[in-house]
Every structure is written in structure tokens, then in C-alpha cells.
């Protein structure tokens, strides 16, 4: 009996990587939204104030339209995988800060006192800045990994940048800040850019030291102590920020600075304890700092009695001291904004002076468009800090991780600094509200920090590149008798 053999050939097919939508279209919907929503409020604002849709409406509309037009090419040409929210939140909340910094503008007090008038053409010029660094970003780094060559030299550009506002005759103290170079006509604050400098220095070091930074010595109710020669680099780091509030009596930046720090070292070790010593740190170096800084100390008592500053203040007392009324009459805002707020140009945040379309434009916000407004725009921040954190957990490289993590938890602090100040929560630290308020150095900034979120969230994005075929496989042949 004969006994047939059959020798079918079994090619091996190639398995490709399973693909993953771009999600361009998707941004550009919401990039739609992001322009139409700042147009109306424009329109809103003018027809409250002067009964009349603003005669610079169309430009408006166009300007903030071509801007993130080109934004949107740039990202569908240069990274095309990358998360589709980012563009579109930033672009609203820009949009929407132009809205009220126009809005201020129109205030009679405030042009009185040469603190409005031309802020925000100049802001809409900022922002053009800011998204053309945005572009240049895109365009020329192609792979966020190349900046952890530069870990050491980070470490060097971001003390520079902190240490220019302290040179005399280029460092300039407003308010009894002194975080402002003056070159000019214009201040710039270094701070805005040395938190991303900063940011990709902490990504290399912890990189490369995380392993010997989360060992632990001893465990201490509940907790893993680090070892005495580990405790160098987050000393170094709280020594640092407990110069920069004392020789430029900045509270924001030293918080930002320190706290993203102890965010970062959490991430890369997985240590509570880091958590720990950072918050005990950080509370000790701004009490002590507290106790013999009088421009500190004036922020403390006006968030511990806003009105005993406010009636001082408005007494104009002789004791030497500066007291401030802004805090009171922020809270005033916020309370006469109820629920649904007064409506877009129909509130008195201009009695705040000269710091309404800055540091207290969120005062604003809350009056105008009350509860409900406050709410929805703390959301949209909300939104970036979480898809700056979901792109963390995506990044496939440690270092794009905690660059990441390093730049959403920077981003989130300042959101929470500023708005914590504003609403009575915490002493005011004199820092802008990242796209919304008046400022070159902030506006220009973020949009290089979203830069960069975008070029990571792309890289962790893109599906890997499928395999290439083994000729060899091609002439496998499996006998069955």
C-alpha cells in the first residue's frame, strides 16, 4: 500500500504593528472650537461695554484663526501621532486670555494709570513669539532624547537664567520682585524658561541616579528613609530655591522649582519618603525665610487677614511697610461673581490696579463669569496636566517619562500656586497664570512647554515599525506524512 506524501509550503506572513490613528482631524474640530468659543466672547465683551460688536473683532478672529492654523500644520507635518487635545486646550486658553486682557484694556481707571490700553495687541504679539518657537520646536527636534546629551549643560543654563535677574544694571525689582531682566524698553522673567531647562536636567540626572536614589537605609513608621549620601542632590536643590527667596524674594519660583523637583524624584524612586522630606523642606525653608523677609512677610499677613491689609492700606499708614489691598478686593471679585458670574464686561475687577490683567486675571474670570467660569477653565488645566501625564505613562524611554512628568507637575504647581494665591488659599507668590494672563515671558514659555509635551506625546504615539521579512522564512516548507 503506497503512501502519499503531501508537502504544503506555509509562507510566513509578516506581522505589521497595529496601526494607530493620527487623530489630526480630530484636533482640528477641536482647534475650531478653540477660535470660535474667544471670537463670541470677544464679541460679548465689546457689546457690553460699548453696545457695539468691536471693530477689531474680524482681525481678531483671523489672527488667533492663522495662528493655530499654522500650529496645526506644523504638528499634522512634523508629529503627526502626536495627542490631539494639546494644541487645541492651549490655543482656548490664549484665546480667551486676549478676550480679558482686551477686556481691561477698555477700563478708564486703568488707562489712567498707564496699566492698560495697548496690553493686548502686545499679547497677541507674545503669543505670535510663542508659537513660533512652538514651530521651531517641532521642526528641529526631531527626538526628544537628544536633549538628555545636554543634562549638565541644562544644570548650568538654568543657573544663569536664574542668577541674571541678581546682576546689577540688567536685574530689575518690581514690586519687590526681583525675577525681571531689563533690556531696553522690555522685561523679560528667566524663571518662565529656566523651569523647562530645569525640567530636562532633573529628567537626566534622576535617569542615570534613580536606582542609587531609591535604595533606603531603614524603614521609619511606615516609611523607607534614604540613606544619608542620597539626601545630597534634594538638599542641593532646597538650598538652591532657599537663595532664590531670599536674594530675590520670589516664593513662586521656589516653590516651582522645589516642588517639581520632589515630584520628579518620587516618579523616578517610588519612595513616599522623598514626598515626605520635600514637604517638611520646603516648610521649613519658607517659614524661616518668612521670619526676616519683609516683602514675604507683607504676603503672609495679607493672606492671613486681606482685610486688616486692605483698610491699612487704604489708610496709608507710616509704618515703613507696604501693605497691599489687591487680596481683599480679589475676594470681593470672586464673591460678587456668584454662580454664573455678572457677565463679560460688566464687572469692576479694574479696582484691583495694576496687577488685574496679571497676576489677579483670574479675579476676573470669577466675577465676569462666576463659579461655573472658574470651573471650567481650572478643567481645561486639568485637561493638559492630565494628557501631559498620560503621555508619561506612554513614553517608551525612562528619560521622556520624567521629562514628561517633569513638565505637566511644573505646569500644574504654577496653576496651582497662582490660583491658591488669588482665591485665599495660600499666600500670594506673584506668578502669572500660564496662557490667560498678561505677560511675554509666560505666554512664550508654555507654548514651548507644550511644544516639547506634544514632540514626546508623538514619539510614544507612533506605532513601532513593523518587521521586516526573513527571506529565509519564505522557503520553509513543513512535510506532514
Do not use: C
Request: charged share 10%; net charge positive; glycine share 10%.
Amino acid at each position: 500500500m503506497s503512501s502519499s506524501t503531501n508537502t504544503p509550503t506555509h509562507h510566513t506572513s509578516t506581522i505589521g504593528s497595529i496601526g494607530t490613528p493620527s487623530r489630526r482631524n480630530t484636533e482640528l474640530a477641536l482647534l475650531v472650537f478653540a477660535v470660535v468659543i474667544p471670537v463670541f466672547a470677544y464679541a460679548n465683551v465689546g457689546l457690553a461695554i460699548n453696545e457695539t460688536v468691536p471693530p477689531g473683532l474680524l482681525s481678531y478672529g483671523l489672527g488667533l484663526a492663522l495662528l493655530a492654523g499654522v500650529a496645526h500644520l506644523v504638528v499634522r507635518k512634523f508629529a503627526p501621532y502626536a495627542d490631539p487635545l494639546l494644541l487645541p486646550l492651549a490655543t482656548l486658553l490664549n484665546g480667551l486670555g486676549l478676550v480679558i486682557i482686551w477686556r481691561l484694556d477698555q477700563s478708564k481707571l486703568l488707562q489712567s494709570i498707564n496699566q492698560a490700553g495697548g496690553s493686548a495687541p502686545r499679547q497677541l504679539m507674545y503669543t505670535a513669539l510663542g508659537i513660533a518657537l512652538f514651530v521651531g520646536v517641532l521642526v528641529f527636534l526631531k527626538d526628544h532624547r537628544v536633549l538628555q546629551r545636554y543634562t549638565y549643560i541644562s544644570m548650568v543654563g538654568a543657573l544663569v537664567l536664574l542668577l541674571l535677574p541678581l546682576v546689577p544694571g540688567l536685574g530689575a525689582n518690581i514690586y519687590g520682585a526681583k525675577i525681571w531682566i531689563s533690556v531696553g524698553s522690555f522685561t523679560i522673567q528667566p524663571g518662565e524658561f529656566a523651569k523647562i531647562v530645569l525640567a530636562v536636567f532633573f529628567a537626566g540626572y534622576l535617569m542615570v541616579k534613580r536606582d542609587a536614589l531609591a535604595l533606603a537605609s531603614r524603614r521609619f513608621m511606615g516609611l523607607y528613609l534614604p540613606r544619608g549620601r542620597d539626601l545630597g542632590p534634594i538638599l542641593v536643590v532646597w538650598a538652591i530655591s532657599i537663595l532664590i527667596l531670599v536674594f530675590e524674594t520670589d516664593l513662586g519660583t521656589s516653590l516651582l522649582f522645589f516642588g517639581m523637583f520632589v515630584i520628579m524624584l518620587y516618579v523616578a524612586t517610588e519612595r513616599t519618603s522623598w514626598i515626605v522630606f520635600g514637604l517638611l523642606m520646603s516648610a521649613v525653608g519658607a517659614v524661616g525665610v518668612a521670619s526676616f523677609e519683609p516683602h514675604i512677610q507683607t504676603r503672609v499677613q495679607a493672606w492671613l487677614d486681606p482685610m486688616r491689609e486692605y483698610q491699612l492700606s487704604r489708610a496709608g499708614t507710616s509704618d515703613g511697610i507696604v501693605h497691599s489691598e489687591q487680596a481683599m478686593q480679589a475676594l470681593w471679585a470672586f464673591g460678587s461673581g456668584g454662580t454664573l458670574g455678572t457677565g463679560l464686561g460688566q464687572g469692576h475687577s479694574e479696582l484691583i490696579r495694576f496687577a488685574a490683567n496679571s497676576d489677579f486675571i483670574l479675579a476676573t474670570f470669577g466675577e465676569e463669569l462666576g463659579l461655573a467660569g472658574i470651573m471650567a477653565v481650572l478643567v481645561l488645566y486639568g485637561l493638559i496636566v492630565e494628557r501631559g501625564i498620560r503621555t508619561a505613562l506612554a513614553a517608551r524611554d525612562p528619560f521622556g517619562k520624567l521629562l514628561a512628568v517633569g513638565l505637566s507637575g511644573g505646569f500644574a504647581l504654577q496653576v496651582f500656586v497662582v490660583a491658591g494665591g488669588v482665591m485665599g488659599l495660600i499666600p500670594l507668590t506673584g506668578m502669572t497664570m500660564p496662557f490667560v494672563a498678561y505677560g511675554g515671558s509666560s505666554v512664550i514659555a508654555n507654548w514651548v512647554l507644550i511644544s516639547i509635551l506634544i514632540r514626546i506625546s508623538d514619539t510614544a504615539r507612533r506605532p513601532a515599525p513593523a518587521p521586516a521579512p526573513n527571506p529565509d522564512a519564505e522557503m520553509t516548507q513543513v512535510v506532514r506524512p
